[in-house]
């Protein structure tokens, strides 16, 4: 062990250890899960009580689960902005209690209108980061080749904008980031102002450059097409790179703020740039898995965004992958606490969590099942209560629950909202145009990570499939493999092709390129991306 090593163990197993007794209690929390929902709901409502939401919906009479039902119904985000709105203008009594203070506000990633800001008080904040200390303790215990060694985390700026009061508003994975224990920022070899960068292909170079010659241990970040943007960084410039480690310079392929400038300082390294030279010669490319061994990749693996992962295997090598959970602005709402599956433990501790089951979706007042209620093998759409000020909202993630531990649902994510489409009542969900798509990959031999698929009224009906076709794929064999996995995927949908009501797929093949070029315009829009998600069923309707 190196003297670094040696100096940083002592600290490290002290952290482990403390993350390690955190892990235990949250399982032991799952063993009633309706205790521990009892308590956590009795905790929001006392401290609640005296806001001005508390007063409004009597939060002071609540002394069970049926009081609370009665006294706060179903909503959503502007249903909750009468209150979020004057939180976000500095009265935070207006939805918290006395000594909840706000640090900053999250920002919704959604891809269009206004983002949402969602308050990130003390306790919201740290049962974040307690859920984030169980995953990576969890992870490296199983991956103990990670242990000390460096963390590559993409992640976005915690304070785009400020609010009116001056408070951050951002991404609550940068403001995580700065408040890491010491000991974790240290095996960081990225420095954290490269998060503030705007443009997109310079910040993933900066990335790059700054952990090329590290043995990165464990990379980290939400979507994994991010880890697609970070290999192309060298894969597309390869004698940049190495022009770069050669010569100790920084020139990235866009603007670099002048801030910046100062910030992103490297010494020379001829050894190291023979190498990645060696490489490029050898194998004709710079991928990931040519020079990084990490020992654990963690990024989302379920729903739509599994589509990415050959092409993340392909370019990172045989790396073992844990889905980091399903979390959003609104909190941690899961822990996977094993590789190859999107599944997670229901976070039960930080969030006291309801479920409308799927098949009442969209009904006025659908019937509404606690954690300890759900049954393996159904669908639901989660419905959220936390220290962030949601209550009873419906953040629309649906969810299938595939086990237990204890009494505690562990269930996978399928989508976000129901991304579902139906132009004769088929009723079809992004999460099957997916799993269609991966059907008809593994038919025709080709990989394809984007496309979109939107229905067409017409005087048969079909649905348009918008894709840059791999060479050597015909519109005519895609259309048809498509269309016969959509069929297996949803019995409507045969059933109405069946007795045609609806018209089969209708291929549009696109240029190259064409999706990244429209995702980069959009992220530059945004700013921010490290929890984008590409649309692959539209449920608009196009009319011929």
Known sequence: MSIRGKFLAPVARLAGLHAGLQLARFLRACRDCRDTQDRLLGELVASAARSDFG???GLGAVRDYSDFVRAVPLGDYAALW??????????????????LAVRMFALTSGTTGQPKHIPVTDRFLADYHRGWNIFGVKALQDHRDGWLRPIVTIASSACESRSST???CGAISGLLAQRQKWIVRRMY?????????????????????????????LLTTANPSSLIKLAQAALEQPQRLIRDVRDGTFSPPGELPAAMAGKMRFRPDEPLAGRLE???????RLAPRHYWKPAVITCWTGGTVSLYLPQVRELYGEVPIRDIGLLASEGRLSLPLEDDTPAGLAEITGNFLEFIPAVAAGQSSPPVLRAHELEVGQEYSIVLTNW???WRYQIGDRVRVVGKVGSCPVYEF???GLHTSSITGEKLTEHQVVQAMRAACRQLGAGIELFELQGHFAPVPYYQLRVELPAGVESSSMSESMDSALRRENTEYDAKRGDGRLGPVRVKALPPGHFAGNEDRLLRKLGRGEQYKHRYLLSDIITD
């Open 55 to 57: 007063r409004d919906h």
């Open 414 to 416: 399928l989508s976000r």
């Open 166 to 168: 001056g408070l951050p």
């Open 189 to 217: 070899p990225v420095p954290a102002a490269v998060r503030d960068i705007r443009d997109s292909a310079t910040k993933f170079y900066a990335i790059l450059r700054c952990a090329i010659g590290h043995d990165v241990g």
């Open 82 to 99: 009468p209150y979020l709105q004057q939180v976000l203008a500095g009265r935070p009594e207006a939805m918290f209690g006395p000594g």
């Open 278 to 284: 060696a490489i490029l010669g050898r194998e004709g």
């Open 388 to 390: 962030a000020g949601l």
